[in-house]
């Protein structure tokens, strides 16, 4: 087993690989912190975070307060002993007075290239902005927003068709990777080279607004793709269909890949459905949108070719009706 112990503070999907990880190469485990368990289904049952789950298995010490400001918390977090705490989306705030318990400091996966995409959410930001390159870094834990010392970051391309899901799930398991490396280099040296941020180039990741997700015909059909691909899988783009809220979960430029298609169609209005088939293609204020995956309320999510199959759809019809 590494000599190093370790409290692990993390709540989503995002924070599991990098604890697995954790557990797989031998570093003990002090105690885990997740928030407490959560209404989530149908039946809204109170339901353990993802992290909780993996602890559980592992039989490690879990601790679920609602505040870390608690003094009973604080006197038990101490009592741990631990040498370092790792943070990984744990979602409560950490007061100085935590961060200074681990004899060798707190460090935090951060799912963005600092400093730009400091805040709540960095994977979708990035995908709206049309960023090319996403990445993971691990920081020293200040009582400021994301604005630590960067410890080491990893770089990843952003793809035509990514998704949120998709670049969240690459980045959890980056993370997991460059927090391995962290830890090594402090067990064997118990120090560790970081290096500032500078202020001039931080942007902010403002938290989703479902109010987002309504898609706008008279924005580019660039611009519409990388809103549909940042709110998958929530809160998912939608817009009027038939009278009714039609999600769209994927879609992308089609222009960006046809150069036979016309960038500003001047005969259809933005919304219109300009071609049916294997995709739903629809004019926008510029460009065409080739809409590959669609959901009517109460229905299953289904292909294009599917959806037309079901539904009446006609060349001529407008989305946003």
């Given amino acids: 087993m590494n000599k190093l112990s370790v409290i692990y503070a993390g709540t989503p999907d ?8 954790l557990i797989q190469t031998g570093y003990h485990i002090a105690a885990v912190l997740t928030q407490p368990d959560r209404p989530a289904g149908r039946g809204m049952k109170l339901t353990p975070s993802p992290v909780k789950q993996v602890a559980l298995q592992h039989d490690i010490l879990v601790m679920q307060p609602e505040t870390l400001k608690d003094a009973q918390v604080q006197q038990h977090i101490q009592s741990l002993n631990a040498d370092v705490m790792l943070v990984a989306a744990y979602g409560l705030i950490i007061p100085s007075a935590v961060l200074n318990m681990p004899r060798l400091g707190c ?5 963005s290239l600092l400093p730009r995409w400091r805040g709540a959410a960095p994977i979708q930001r990035a995908l709206l902005a049309g960023d090319s ?3 993971v870094t ?11 010392d960067m410890i080491v970051k990893g770089n990843i391309a952003i793809g035509t068709r990514d998704t949120a899901q998709s670049l969240h799930d690459k980045l959890a398991q980056q993370g997991a990777e460059l927090l391995l490396q ?4 402090l067990s064997q040296h118990e120090e560790i080279e970081a290096e500032a941020q500078d202020e001039s180039l931080v942007t902010y990741a403002e938290k989703l607004q479902k109010s987002e997700a309504i898609i706008d015909w008279q924005q580019s059909a660039t611009q519409i793709s990388r809103q549909v691909r940042a709110f998958n899988p ?6 009027l269909l038939l009278g009714e809220v039609c999600r769209i979960w994927m879609a992308t430029d089609a222009s960006s890949r046809d150069d036979s298609i016309e960038a500003n169609p001047s005969s259809h209005q933005p919304g219109q459905i300009v071609g049916l088939g294997d995709s739903i293609d629809v004019a926008c204020g510029e460009g065409i949108l080739r809409i590959e995956t669609l959901q009517m309320p109460g229905g299953k999510r289904l292909s294009a070719s599917d959806f037309c199959r079901g539904h009446a759809l006609s060349v001529g019809m407008r989305f946003g009706e």
């Fill in 234 to 239: 929530f809160p998912v783009a939608h817009s």
């Fill in 107 to 111: 460090f935090n996966i951060h799912a």
């Fill in 14 to 21: 995002f924070a599991v690989p990098a604890l697995e990880a």
């Fill in 133 to 135: 390159h996403t990445g």
């Fill in 182 to 185: 962290v830890m090594q280099t």
């Fill in 138 to 148: 691990i920081m020293k834990v200040v009582p400021a927003l994301d604005a630590g």
